[in-house]
């Protein structure tokens, strides 16, 4: 009986193990995951799992019962040490298992702060797992003094929650501005006046030189000079592909795990999918860190492990939840050269559409749900609206899809 392994029990592997069941495919599946947790979704951790709108149950992306109801064999809290490409094997726990298929989908890990620096001093926290946000939770209280390096998402989606529970947020961030390497100037103003008016404290252009304290952190040091006193740390500077594993293997690595266009890596049998894997797109190639590429991308190499031979055609999009504020992102905005600002139908609604020339690259909506889905649809059709309709209020959005 054919026997399909999965390495990595996040989004992607949840979403191609039960794929390939659905899809009618009878033999063994096992999938391995280092976290002693089911899957779950990880975007709440960052947000209503910290405020404590969202409970651990309902973080999981499906019951526990779904994979024994579908003979899924789950290998939970085990780190693989090994993949044998050659001998199409997995060493993991002391054990060999032989695959005749197998899917990486490893996922990412957040950067750390070096230990020279301060990185490995308690109260120090990534927001990447389960365990991250249950070990930062009990230090989000009134008064509390908090210090967020980085100003992406992540660092402002914990700047958000913190502020909520009344917490004193100070965050910095190296670059010029906040989302410098995400998203234009006006986003980034945009959200930046939306922190500063719920208290938080925010610098740009400012690094941090070393973090304080002998055991736990008591406070930091910036690269301009200046020192203050924190409780403790969030660390939100990006993060980096799992692909230690496969390099380990032998399998090629280009900015993750270097895929085809139908999930296929460089050695026989083995696909990857989700945030660790490169994939080819236009004349370059892409890594995307989102829920949707996860999904869509692990569902493609479902199919295709049980004998299609689809192109993944990844439809880009991403959102993010700060304070009463969603933020819809869709397609990519790399090269633009044009913004045009458009004030939605309610207050504080806006959306930034990125321009290359004439053609429409993507799209950031801020409450702004009908901007959004119009652009998203235009970007997927590979459609480019006047700009000057776009820049005319009076224009009815909707209209643009004819």
């Not at 693989?80 to 094997?89: E, K, S």
């Not at 945009?190 to 208290?199: I, M, N, Q, V």
């Not at 990857?272 to 892409?286: H, V």
């Not at 992102?329 to 044009?338: C, D, K």
Request: hydrophobic share 40%.
């Amino acid at each position: 009986m054919a026997h399909i392994i999965v390495i990595g029990a996040g989004q992607a592997g949840a979403s191609l193990v039960a794929k390939l069941r659905n899809d009618g495919f009878d033999g063994e599946v096992t999938l391995i995951g280092g976290e002693p947790e089911i899957p779950y979704q990880r975007p709440p951790l960052s947000k209503a799992y910290l405020l404590n709108e969202m409970t651990k149950e309902r973080l999981h992306l499906r019951p526990e019962s779904f994979y024994h109801e579908h003979n899924i064999s789950l290998r939970l809290g085990a780190d693989v040490d090994a993949i044998d490409t050659a001998n199409q094997t997995v060493s993991v726990g002391g054990e060999t298992l032989s695959y005749d298929q197998l899917a990486l989908t490893t996922g990412s890990s957040p950067r750390r702060l070096p230990a020279q620096i301060g990185g490995d001093l308690e109260n120090v926290f990534t927001v990447r797992s389960l365990a991250d946000a249950d070990a930062m939770a009990p230090h989000f209280r009134n008064g509390a003094r908090l210090l967020i390096v980085g100003g992406g998402y992540i660092g402002l989606e914990a700047a958000a929650v913190a502020s909520k529970f009344d917490v004193e947020v100070t965050l910095v961030e190296m670059a010029d501005r906040i989302l410098s390497r995400v998203a234009a100037k006006e986003t980034s103003d945009y959200f930046r006046a939306l922190h500063k008016s719920h208290g938080v404290n925010i610098h740009e252009g400012k690094g941090l030189k070393r973090l304080l304290g002998e055991k736990h952190v008591t406070g930091a040091e910036f690269t301009d000079g200046t020192q203050q006193d924190f409780d403790f740390v969030i660390v939100g500077v990006g993060i980096m592909p799992s692909t230690s594993l496969a390099e380990a293997a032998g399998i090629e690595i280009d900015n993750g795990i270097k895929t085809d266009n139908t999930g296929r890596t460089s050695a026989p049998n083995v696909w990857a999918a989700g945030d660790c894997a490169s994939l080819p797109l236009n004349d370059g190639r892409i890594r995307l860190e989102s829920v949707p590429n996860a999904i869509d991308m692990a569902e493609i190499v479902a199919g295709n492990m049980m004998g299609a031979s689809n192109e993944y055609i990844p439809k880009v999009w991403f959102w993010s939840d700060q304070y009463d504020v969603k933020l819809q992102i869709a397609g990519l905005n790399t090269g633009y050269n044009r913004i045009v600002t458009r004030k939605g139908e309610h207050e504080h609604a806006m959306s930034h559409w990125y321009f290359k020339d004439d053609k429409l690259l993507a799209v950031d909506a801020m409450n702004d749900s009908r901007a959004y889905m119009i652009a998203k649809r235009l970007i997927e059709a590979g459609k480019s609206p006047d700009i000057a309709a776009i820049e005319n209020p009076e224009t009815n959005l909707k209209s643009l899809l004819k």
